[in-house]
């Protein structure tokens, strides 16, 4: 009779060893550690998004201000030679254009401040003191005090960071009382000049609204479209498979790239017009499609399998399941992808360089079709400018395209969590 068979059980793990106590105290270390690496990684990446935060505010928001300076004029003497009638009817531009305004503003300004005094007005002065004529014609008939923007140099003085000649003299000029600072409406409202005074960022920030429109018409509905199609219905054979690869490699190709596109297919080919926002946002929309189509087919495919087949046992064409059940639970994620591709594309200035959008731009588009500059170009543009007053329009600039670009994803966030839905 053969012996039973016991098994032997294995040695229990001692808990309570000094072995097994070392090992769980490495563990809790490392543990540790990682933990420690992580809040580091954040921390770090939030000081880098602060210092930038603070630089961009320190100098960029004296640019939403400007300095103007006190004018006494007398208009009966000066070298206007305008009445109040030639200002009323048909004739008033004729009449505005042939007035010396440059010339009246100078001798007002000697008059006041000796010799040099008209060095201390922005070239954009005398445009103001002739919408102030044309605004109110009842001044040519005595004297009157306008408030006029004065030279960069002076304006820089006011913020600490003129040479010492002009802060002397912006010193003199406060204590007289003859000085005073306000909101800056051209940076506002205006477009770009040759004179920091007079810059404005509304026509850049038009251009750039203008584009991004164009690019959200083309690449979204294009590029859902397409995602629906490869997920849903599209054969799997080596051609789908090359298409595939060949988004997927589009998403990563150069910016540049699409610029070039750009410039031999709608400049050179359909001859559209250059420097517009039709043309930029067509360039753009080439560059942001790819992305949206990726993370369209990534959300199309994450909509449970459940959802389909039970849409379809009840009766619903195909159609019906994409449009009315997969889509639907999708577009969180088709959003989000778009909110990427969007954001990629408002800050990109190669592919428009390419294409001409980097002309001097002195008025606002008027539509899709006109010459037009975007915030990023400009942004360029005016850090490569030489006048010292430039740099404080450039860091405010900046601070225009951050707030855009947080509005833009904040609308888009909303319409996502909006249409998220939980299953």
């Not at 601070?399 to 299953?423: D, H, Q, T």
Request: hydrophobic share 50%.
């Amino acid at each position: 009779m053969s012996e039973a068979f016991t098994p032997v059980d294995p040695t229990p793990t001692d808990w309570g060893g000094e072995a097994m106590r070392r090992r769980i105290r490495r563990r809790y270390a490392a543990e540790r550690r990682f933990r420690l690496l992580g809040l580091g990684a954040i921390l770090l990446s939030v000081g880098f998004l602060a210092f930038l935060l603070v630089t961009m505010m320190a100098n960029g928001l004296n640019g939403f201000t400007r300095t103007e300076i006190r004018l006494d004029i007398d208009f009966p003497s000066s070298a206007l030679f305008l009445e109040p009638a030639q200002l009323r009817g048909a004739g008033a531009q004729a009449a505005l254009a042939g007035a010396d305004f440059e010339r009246a503003l100078g001798e007002a300004a000697e008059a006041q401040y000796g010799p040099g005094g008209a060095r201390l007005f922005a070239s954009v002065a005398r445009l103001r003191l002739r919408d102030a004529v044309r605004d109110e014609p009842g001044l040519l008939v005595g004297a009157a005090t306008l408030w006029l923007p004065a030279a960069s140099e002076i304006d820089l003085s006011r913020k600490g960071r003129g040479t010492p000649e002009a802060e002397r003299r912006y010193r003199a000029l406060d204590a007289a009382g003859q000085v005073r600072s306000g909101l800056n409406w051209t940076f506002l409202a205006g477009a770009d000049a040759t004179d920091p005074a007079a810059v404005g960022i509304w026509g850049a920030f038009k251009g750039s609204l203008l584009t991004m429109l164009v690019t959200l018409a083309l690449a979204f509905p294009v590029g859902v479209l397409s995602a629906v199609y490869l997920e849903e219905y599209a054969p799997r054979n080596r051609w789908t498979d090359m298409i595939e690869v060949s988004i997927n490699n589009l998403a990563a190709v150069p910016s540049i790239i699409f610029g070039l596109l750009g410039l031999a297919v709608f400049l050179n080919v359909m001859h559209l017009p250059r420097s517009a926002p039709l043309v930029g946002g067509l360039t753009l929309a080439l560059m942001t499609m790819p992305v949206i189509v990726i993370a369209g087919r990534n959300a199309i495919k994450s909509v449970p399998p459940s959802i389909r087949d039970a849409a379809l046992g009840i009766g619903a064409s195909r159609v019906q399941v994409v449009f009315h059940h997969v889509l639907p639970l999708a577009l969180p994620g088709i959003l989000t992808g778009t909110i990427i591709g969007m954001a990629r594309a408002l800050g990109e200035t190669a592919p428009l360089l390419m294409i001409g959008m980097r002309a001097f731009v002195a008025s606002p588009p008027g539509g899709f079709t006109d010459p037009a500059s975007v915030l990023p170009v400009q942004i360029f543009l005016w850090s490569d400018e030489v006048g010292r007053g430039f740099v404080e329009k450039t860091s405010a600039a900046i601070i225009v395209l951050l707030a855009f670009l947080l509005a833009m994803n904040g609308v888009a966030i909303y319409l996502r969590n909006k249409f998220e839905r939980r299953w």
